[in-house]
């Protein structure tokens, strides 16, 4: 099996704080991390990719300054969500990926900024 | 730009009847993915299919991969309750980017 683990599953936090988002693979090794934002009634949106060891590449209109990536691990990632805004509040969902190329996900974490 | 269009969006339906939910892209892709959603949670993944022509069923959902891998279609026959979700088609061209996901359809069955 794969088995993804986000950190935490939900939070609540006031606007100005940051917070931080862990990904852990737990039975394999992921060589690349997707994160993927998705907000209400909407389809996932990716936000960035990270290989291990590598500085993450952004997509467009994601700012990696405010979004920081580490892919220090081939089973551990995290976001850091800086200085969050009331806009920041969405469900943030890590995708790692093993080198067969198959893309799993995390349950998920349910970011409100107040 | 949205690489893959998905549709119907929203589908409400009774019980017993049958559902197809299209997905659409200009390129072509190296696999597709059907996915479903509950809310709060992660994507499930459902099939993947990767061979041009390809139909693979699970239960009452029948797959299908378009001959130009360009196209799939997701077919629900007798719908239940049960099925209820979202449902997300999400492909990937090439090997080295992540997966590209369609804008996804909201499913509810009626009872």
């Known amino acids: 099996g794969a088995v993804v683990s986000q950190h935490p599953s939900w939070v609540i936090c006031k606007s100005g704080t940051s917070v931080k988002i862990e990904c852990r693979s737990l039975?394999?090794?992921?060589?690349?991390m997707f994160w993927y934002r998705q907000f209400p009634k909407q389809s996932l949106m990716l936000m960035a990719t990270?290989?291990?060891?590598?500085?993450?590449?952004?997509e467009q209109g994601v700012e990696k300054d405010k979004f920081l990536i580490n892919h220090a691990s081939l089973t551990l990632s995290t976001l850091t969500v800086t200085s969050a805004h009331p806009e920041d509040s969405s469900f943030y969902i890590c995708?790692?990926?093993?080198?067969?190329?198959?893309?799993?996900f995390g349950p998920g974490t349910r970011l409100t900024v107040l | 730009t949205q690489l893959l269009e998905q549709s119907p969006q929203f589908l409400s339906i009774q019980e017993g009847e049958n559902l197809t939910v299209y997905c659409n892209s200009s390129?072509?892709?190296?696999?597709l993915q059907w996915y479903r959603q509950e809310p709060g949670e992660g994507p499930v993944l459902l099939v993947t299919?990767?061979?041009?022509?390809e139909v693979k069923k699970l239960k009452r959902l029948t797959f299908q991969f378009g001959d130009a891998r360009k196209d799939s279609s997701l077919h629900i026959t007798a719908a239940q309750p049960g099925d209820t979700g979202l449902y997300l088609c999400?492909?990937?061209?090439?090997?080295?980017?992540?997966?590209?996901f369609g804008k996804g359809t909201h499913l509810i069955i009626q009872p």
């Open positions: 995708s790692p990926r093993r080198r067969s190329y198959e893309q799993f």
């Open positions: 990270s290989n291990e060891g590598s500085k993450a590449t952004y």
């Open positions: 390129s072509v892709f190296s696999s």
């Open positions: 039975d394999f090794q992921a060589t690349t």
């Open positions: 299919v990767v061979t041009g022509g």
């Open positions: 999400a492909g990937l061209v090439g090997g080295a980017d992540g997966l590209t």
